[in-house]
């Protein structure tokens, strides 16, 4: 069946380090893909999305490919701040089951100053 | 600005009793999703609804089930709370093919 597998956290960077989190999927037909964001006490919020191979996704900073041949959707972005930290989540659409996510674990990421 | 309100942020309940999260929408939307969110999970579906009246199963209904009487209301019921019930409880709002709208969750302990 489909699924998501993303890199455990959690991680920890300093304030402008390069950012890479990992994300797989596992899935039949041409889903969609996102990437979720948590900040602390709140809900999710979609951050990017890409709807077919090769589209590339971006949003504040942040940049995903969709990249069929190694079924990936990697989440970057090259200067991180403070206030990115937050909870990832990599999300699969589950096609035409009415808008339904698979979601990965989540990835916790922690920016020091 | 879309809006996914739940009613409580944090709920506290004992074992055995019924409880009822409450969440509502204000953008029209046909879907609307509860899921709970556990550490190391992520999040998964509980149950689904398409259109008033209508319903799917997600991955975990199991010791759930839902309510939607009006369009912008979906409600998320435990029948008898148990303790692995305890868990954040979030709502999602779409337009068919559109991504979710998130609520800000709720919190709740069972004990």
């Known amino acids: 069946g489909n699924s998501v597998t993303q890199m455990e956290g959690p991680v920890t960077l300093s304030e402008e380090a390069f950012l890479t989190i990992n994300c797989t999927y596992t899935?039949?037909?041409?889903?969609?893909l996102f990437w979720y964001v948590q900040y602390p006490g709140e809900g999710l919020q979609l951050l990017l999305k890409?709807?077919?191979?090769?589209d590339k996704g971006s949003n504040k900073g942040f940049e995903a490919t969709y990249r069929k041949e190694t079924t990936s959707f990697h989440l970057e972005k090259g200067s991180v701040q403070v206030s990115d930290s937050a909870v990832y989540f990599c999300a699969l659409g589950r096609g035409n089951q009415g808008g339904k996510l698979i979601f990965g674990q989540g990835t916790e990421l922690s920016v020091k100053p | 600005d879309v809006k996914v309100t739940q009613s409580s942020r944090y709920l506290v309940k004992r074992t055995g009793e019924k409880v009822f999260l409450e969440c509502v929408q204000d953008?029209?939307?046909?879907?609307m999703f509860w899921y709970r969110q556990d550490p190391g999970l992520g999040l998964r579906l509980i149950y689904f609804?398409?259109?008033?009246?209508?319903?799917e199963k997600g991955d975990i209904p199991e010791g759930y089930s839902v309510s939607r009487e009006k369009k912008e209301r979906f409600s998320l019921i435990l029948e008898s709370a148990s303790t692995n019930q305890t868990s954040m409880y979030l709502c999602?709002?779409?337009?068919?093919?559109?991504?979710?709208?998130f609520g800000d969750g709720t919190r709740l302990s069972i004990l």
């Open positions: 999602a709002s779409s337009f068919e093919g559109q991504p979710q709208h």
């Open positions: 953008m029209d939307h046909e879907n």
């Open positions: 899935a039949t037909g041409y889903p969609s």
């Open positions: 609804s398409y259109d008033v009246k209508m319903k």
């Open positions: 890409a709807t077919k191979a090769d």
